[in-house]
């Protein structure tokens, strides 16, 4: 037994020499059938793969790219190259020829792992322009059967050579899984470049390990979880969250049967910890919620009945954290049976202990549907050069933040409010690019390396991080404080009382105002339950006791805030934005100049003493007819108490 | 093999509706191994042809040998026992079955098992069962169908219904493939997916593949040899390059100036 295993292939060994033949360690759907291959299988694959790419010239500090999607030869060809003292390359599939000869010219490959005929064509289109490129390799050989051309080689032939190479040398591959350092590069992880052209992010083996630690620390995995590998596997997240943990935990890894079945396969294996983006956990909401709404009387009946138990009893227990009494709980238990396990079921969430979202923030909405089902669904910030930087812990879980920082990792805000990472996990620099290094990784005067997140943020009393937005889309206000509109508004429009939202600010105003539409039909029947009388969209909007109810939700998202970036005044408008009107974009996006000019004269008043405004506004009736109406708009401000 | 082996030789075959000559006089040979391209424009007798090799319709005259064999007095069940099997221009599939099950049930042909080893399902049924899906789950693999496996076919769009019925029609395990415009309302994506199918059914199970298309381009492609018709009669046939500088197959499509 090694006591040192600071690289991914002395982990690979270590978990051979632990489980060899006895245990699973990964698995793949095949002719529909799940295939299991032990820690022996594994290691053997990336032995004689290691060798073979020795045979054909590979050194240390070598780049090897790997195209492909999650299957057991990408997470192979990574540790043969790895094991060979090589540095693995990963190019996301829907890459284009150019898109991927820019990036095995740019890392210097002298490789490439190509999955299969579609992976290879495009090689094959661009391969004059790759002169380094000795071979490429390919494991799925459909449709490559024929193919006359000596630059390409099969996973088997390749590993072939290795074994050969093997009988001459026993003893080799060990030798060189040894060899390894933990501050040897392991990965580069090309960022998406949404700005300019893509740049390589050099990843240690120590990065890695220290981001698996951290995420053990934080929420640990056993040898006994099941895990289903669908993230890109190019992708820093699948490097850390899937192939470390596996080789240091012995976490099982399943692999789909193809990009087009990961749903369904995730209800087969039904994982213990899986990552969704934002998106992909609305969409499932919003999947549920149509499919019952189609679905059998009886099944309806059962969800409308369950789902405020869910609700209720979710609230009782994550937000105010006080016991559930034996009736409800009683009641909740018939409902988990019914209504929450089925559920759970269909959506392969029966076995999940940690649910995660990453991307944009997540709606508290789908946080309260899940956790009615069941799910706990914590956020986790991070980025390709430091991997995750926060997250939520236990239960500790709070839908406006982004949870605390990682174990291990420290999270400061400079002076101009970015968010700055330090830590075991933070990268190596961008290769070839010594000026974009020199911007993202600052050093203190301690010695200690920070990565610049570009993110703009704000750590709350109690240590959470609160997100705002990158830093290129905040505004300045005339004091030189800055606020990030995407988040006031994001954040406002999460309250089921606000429809729409726009906030006001720049370098020629002091402070931060919006104006607020009001989701009628939620309002109405709020309005409609307390007894208070309305005639018109105007008098509802007008009503003291609906300025007091938004009151509570600006309340809420400045209360996160600095008080700098805070609302400090709105306005409930006496219309809605409206598309017709050119307001907003037929995907109902904000025409933001549009409308600072149409509602100039309230802005004005927000800014100004007044606290009423006196509106004209024209507007066009459904017949065609055009009309006016004048009505007078309240001013609100956050500072006094009554409106 | 014996050189002057034919694989099949179609033989002066005419098929009349009426007075209307469907086919007339066509003649033609294919080899093992070979995309064969039917083409013409509408009406010029394609699909009467299909129909006449998988024996739907009989000819009036003349001969068809498959693999030394006459076709032209056996029911279609013995043709598709024989080796051929078919998908037709508008899909014709169980659509209240899934994928699997379409697939499964082209196999009957090569089951052996009788009805009360399957009412047991015990022992050589299990096992036959077992290898079928073997042959089956092979073909959605081969046709990347994983995702519909186990999906009802009548709920699938157009474009992988028609690669569902070319899944059945493998599963029959055939030496000769008759395509009836495979590409039909697909888009380019789909056409090309579609294309590949059949070159790798051709170079991987070596199956001879006749096919009807109306998208030149993707003919002239993948196609090893090209057969004309018009009106009824083989006007033309040839290897694609020659086939694109015929004058008949030209004026045939363009029309005739006028003299």
Same mark, same amino acid.
């Given at each position: 037994?090694?006591?040192?295993?600071?690289?991914?292939?002395?982990?690979?060994?270590?978990?051979?020499?632990?489980? %060899?033949?006895?245990?699973?360690?990964?698995?793949?759907?095949?002719?529909?059938?799940?295939?299991?291959?032990?820690?022996?299988?594994?290691y053997?694959?990336?032995?004689?793969?290691?060798? %073979?790419?020795?045979?054909?010239?590979?050194?240390?500090n070598?780049? &090897?790219?790997?195209?492909?999607?999650?299957?057991?030869?990408?997470?192979?060809?990574?540790?043969?190259?790895?094991?060979?003292?090589?540095?693995?390359?990963?190019?996301?599939?829907?890459?284009?020829?150019?898109e991927i000869?820019?990036?095995?010219?740019?890392?210097?490959? !002298?490789?490439?792992f190509?999955?299969?005929?579609?992976?290879?064509?495009?090689?094959?289109?661009?391969?004059?322009?790759?002169?380094?490129?000795?071979?490429?390799?390919?494991?799925?050989?459909?449709?490559?059967?024929?193919?006359?051309? /000596?630059?390409? *080689?099969?996973?088997?032939?390749?590993?072939?050579?290795?074994?050969?190479?093997?009988?001459?040398?026993?003893?080799?591959?060990?030798?060189?899984?040894?060899?390894?350092?933990?501050?040897?590069?392991?990965?580069?992880?090309?960022?998406?470049?949404?700005?300019?052209?893509?740049?390589?992010?050099?990843?240690?083996?120590?990065?890695?390990?220290?981001?698996?630690?951290?995420?053990?620390?934080?929420?640990?995995?056993?040898?006994?979880?099941?895990?289903?590998?669908?993230?890109?596997?190019?992708?820093?997240?699948?490097?850390?969250?899937?192939?470390?943990?596996?080789?240091r935990?012995?976490?099982?890894?399943?692999? /789909?049967?193809?990009?087009?079945?990961?749903?369904?396969?995730?209800?087969?294996?039904? /994982?213990?910890?899986?990552?969704?983006?934002?998106?992909?956990?609305?969409?499932m909401?919003?999947?549920?919620?149509?499919?019952?709404?189609?679905?059998?009387?009886?099944?309806?009946?059962?969800?409308?009945?369950?789902?405020?138990?869910?609700?209720?009893?979710?609230?009782?227990?994550?937000? =105010?954290?006080? /016991?559930v009494?034996v009736?409800?709980?009683?009641?909740?238990? *018939?409902?988990?049976?019914a209504?929450?396990?089925?559920?759970?079921?269909?959506?392969?969430?029966?076995?999940?202990?940690s649910?995660?979202?990453?991307?944009?923030?997540?709606?508290?909405?789908?946080?309260?549907?899940?956790?009615?089902?069941?799910?706990?669904?914590?956020?986790?910030?991070?980025? @390709?050069?430091?991997?995750?930087?926060?997250?939520?812990?236990?239960?500790? &879980?709070?839908?406006?933040?982004?949870?605390?920082?990682?174990?291990?990792?420290?999270i400061?805000?400079?002076?101009?409010?970015?968010?700055? &990472?330090?830590?075991? @996990?933070?990268?190596?620099?961008?290769? =070839?690019? !010594?000026?974009?290094?020199?911007?993202?990784?600052?050093?203190?005067?301690?010695?200690?390396?920070?990565?610049?997140?570009?993110?703009?943020?704000?750590?709350?009393?109690? %240590?959470h991080?609160?997100?705002?937005?990158?830093?290129?889309?905040?505004?300045?206000?005339?004091?030189?404080?800055?606020?990030?509109?995407?988040?006031?508004?994001?954040?406002?429009?999460?309250?089921?009382?606000?429809?729409?939202?726009?906030t006001?600010?720049?370098?020629?105003?002091?402070?931060?105002?919006?104006?607020?539409?009001?989701?009628?039909?939620?309002?109405?029947?709020?309005?409609?339950?307390?007894?208070?009388?309305?005639?018109?969209?105007?008098?509802?909007?007008?009503?003291?006791?609906?300025?007091?109810?938004?009151?509570?939700?600006?309340?809420?998202?400045?209360?996160?805030?600095?008080?700098?970036?805070?609302?400090?005044?709105?306005?409930?408008?006496?219309?809605?934005?409206?598309?017709?009107?050119?307001?907003?974009?037929?995907?109902r996006?904000?025409?933001?100049?549009?409308?600072?000019?149409?509602?100039?004269?309230?802005?004005?008043?927000?800014?100004?003493?007044?606290?009423?405004?006196?509106?004209?506004?024209?507007?066009?009736?459904?017949?065609?007819?055009?009309? @006016?109406?004048?009505?007078?708009?309240?001013?609100?401000?956050m500072?006094?108490?009554?409106? | 093999?014996?050189?002057?082996?034919?694989?099949?030789?179609?033989?002066?075959?005419?098929l009349?509706?009426?007075?209307?000559?469907?086919?007339?006089?066509? $003649?033609?040979?294919?080899?093992?191994?070979?995309?064969?391209?039917?083409?013409?424009?509408?009406?010029?007798?394609?699909? $009467?042809?299909?129909?006449?090799?998988?024996?739907?319709?009989?000819? $009036?005259?003349?001969?068809?040998?498959?693999?030394?064999?006459?076709?032209?007095?056996?029911?279609?069940?013995?043709?598709?026992?024989?080796?051929?099997?078919?998908?037709f221009?508008?899909?014709?599939?169980?659509?209240?079955?899934?994928?699997?099950?379409?697939?499964?049930?082209?196999?009957?042909?090569?089951?052996?098992?009788?009805?009360?080893? $399957?009412?047991?399902?015990?022992?050589?049924?299990?096992?036959?069962?077992?290898?079928?899906?073997?042959?089956?789950e092979?073909?959605?693999?081969?046709?990347?169908?994983?995702?519909?496996?186990?999906?009802?076919?009548?709920?699938?769009?157009?474009?992988?219904?028609?690669?569902?019925?070319?899944?059945?029609?493998?599963?029959?395990?055939?030496?000769?493939?008759?395509?009836?415009?495979?590409?039909t309302?697909?888009?380019?994506?789909?056409?090309?997916?579609m294309?590949?199918f059949?070159?790798?059914?051709?170079?991987?199970?070596?199956?001879?593949?006749?096919?009807?298309?109306?998208?030149?381009?993707?003919?002239?492609?993948?196609?090893?040899?090209?057969?004309?018709?018009?009106?009824?009669?083989?006007?033309?046939?040839?290897?694609?390059?020659?086939?694109?500088?015929?004058?008949?197959?030209?004026?045939a499509?363009?029309?005739?100036?006028?003299?």
């Open positions: 037994m090694m006591d040192n295993l600071d690289t991914l292939p002395k982990n690979l060994l270590a978990a051979y020499e632990k489980y %060899g033949d006895s245990k699973v360690a990964m698995r793949q759907k095949d002719l529909g059938i799940w295939r299991s291959y032990s820690w022996e299988d594994s053997k694959q990336v032995e004689s793969l290691c060798l %073979g790419l020795m045979e054909i010239g590979l050194e240390r070598d780049k &090897v790219c790997i195209i492909g999607d999650n299957d057991p030869q990408y997470f192979w060809a990574q540790l043969a190259i790895q094991a060979a003292g090589g540095v693995a390359v990963g190019i996301f599939t829907d890459s284009s020829p150019l000869k820019y990036i095995v010219d740019h890392s210097d490959s !002298i490789c490439v190509a999955k299969d005929q579609e992976q290879c064509d495009k090689l094959l289109e661009i391969k004059d322009q790759l002169p380094r490129v000795i071979r490429v390799v390919y494991w799925e050989e459909k449709g490559l059967w024929n193919y006359q051309e /000596p630059w390409l *080689i099969s996973f088997r032939d390749l590993q072939a050579a290795g074994n050969k190479g093997n009988l001459e040398q026993p003893g080799l591959f060990r030798q060189s899984i040894m060899q390894g350092q933990a501050d040897d590069l392991a990965v580069f992880c090309y960022t998406s470049g949404t700005t300019g052209v893509p740049k390589g992010a050099m990843i240690t083996h120590a990065n890695l390990i220290a981001g698996c630690d951290s995420a053990q620390q934080a929420d640990p995995r056993l040898d006994s979880d099941e895990y289903l590998s669908f993230l890109p596997p190019a992708w820093i997240t699948e490097n850390v969250l899937g192939l470390t943990i596996h080789l935990t012995g976490m099982l890894v399943n692999f /789909p049967e193809s990009p087009e079945t990961v749903q369904e396969n995730i209800r087969e294996i039904t /994982p213990q910890a899986m990552l969704y983006s934002a998106r992909l956990w609305e969409n909401m919003a999947m549920v919620q149509v499919k019952i709404a189609d679905t059998s009387l009886i099944n309806r009946f059962i969800y409308k009945l369950f789902m405020p138990v869910g609700y209720k009893v979710a609230s009782i227990r994550y937000e =105010k954290r006080t /016991p009494n009736f409800l709980k009683l009641f909740y238990n *018939i409902g988990k049976a209504l929450f396990q089925p559920l759970r079921d269909k959506l392969g969430l029966t076995r999940v202990k649910a995660y979202s990453s991307g944009a923030a997540l709606n508290p909405e789908v946080i309260r549907f899940f956790r009615a089902i069941g799910v706990n669904i914590k956020q986790l910030y991070g980025s @390709t050069e430091a991997q995750v930087h926060t997250l939520h812990i236990g239960d500790d &879980v709070r839908f406006e933040t982004v949870g605390v920082p990682s174990p291990g990792q420290k400061k805000i400079s002076e101009s409010g970015e968010i700055l &990472v330090s830590g075991g @996990t933070v990268f190596q620099g961008y290769y =070839k690019d !010594i000026e974009g290094t020199r911007k993202a990784i600052i050093v203190d005067g301690n010695g200690q390396r920070w990565f610049c997140t570009g993110d703009a943020g704000h750590i709350d009393n109690d %240590g991080l609160i997100y705002l937005d990158r830093m290129k889309e905040m505004i300045t206000l005339s004091s030189g404080e800055k606020y990030s509109p995407q988040f006031l508004e994001g954040q406002l429009k999460f309250s089921p009382y606000i429809r729409d939202v726009m006001v600010g720049g370098e020629d105003k002091a402070f931060v105002t919006a104006l607020i539409n009001i989701d009628f039909e939620n309002v109405g029947r709020w309005a409609e339950k307390r007894g208070l009388p309305y005639t018109t969209f105007v008098d509802l909007s007008q009503k003291n006791e609906v300025y007091a109810l938004i009151r509570q939700d600006v309340e809420r998202v400045n209360g996160t805030l600095p008080e700098a970036a805070n609302i400090t005044k709105f306005v409930l408008l006496h219309k809605e934005f409206d598309a017709d009107e050119g307001e907003l974009t037929r995907t996006k904000l025409r933001r100049n549009l409308l600072y000019e149409r509602y100039m004269d309230m802005i004005a008043a927000m800014y100004g003493e007044g606290d009423k405004i006196l509106v004209k506004a024209a507007i066009k009736y459904q017949d065609g007819r055009e009309g @006016t109406i004048e009505t007078e708009v309240h001013v609100a401000s500072e006094k108490k009554e409106v | 093999m014996d050189p002057d082996y034919l694989f099949l030789s179609v033989q002066n075959i005419s009349a509706f009426g007075g209307i000559m469907s086919l007339n006089d066509v $003649s033609f040979d294919a080899q093992k191994g070979e995309i064969l391209a039917i083409i013409g424009p509408n009406g010029a007798g394609k699909t $009467s042809l299909l129909n006449c090799l998988n024996n739907f319709y009989h000819p $009036s005259e003349g001969k068809i040998l498959f693999k030394g064999k006459d076709l032209t007095r056996l029911p279609p069940f013995r043709i598709a026992e024989l080796g051929i099997a078919r998908t221009q508008h899909t014709a599939l169980y659509t209240g079955l899934s994928t699997l099950d379409n697939l499964m049930a082209a196999r009957h042909i090569h089951m052996r098992s009788g009805m009360l080893d $399957s009412i047991l399902y015990w022992g050589r049924a299990q096992k036959e069962d077992i290898k079928h899906r073997q042959t089956v092979e073909i959605i693999d081969f046709l990347e169908m994983e995702h519909i496996r186990k999906a009802i076919v009548g709920a699938l769009p157009h474009g992988l219904r028609k690669r569902v019925e070319l899944g059945r029609a493998l599963a029959l395990e055939p030496d000769l493939l008759l395509l009836d415009e495979p590409m309302g697909m888009n380019v994506e789909e056409k090309e997916d294309a590949r059949i070159l790798d059914v051709q170079e991987r199970r070596n199956i001879s593949i006749m096919l009807i298309e109306h998208d030149m381009g993707l003919v002239m492609d993948i196609a090893d040899r090209v057969i004309v018709l018009d009106f009824g009669m083989k006007i033309a046939e040839g290897s694609p390059d020659e086939i694109r500088n015929d004058t008949a197959v030209i004026n499509y363009l029309g005739r100036a006028e003299q």
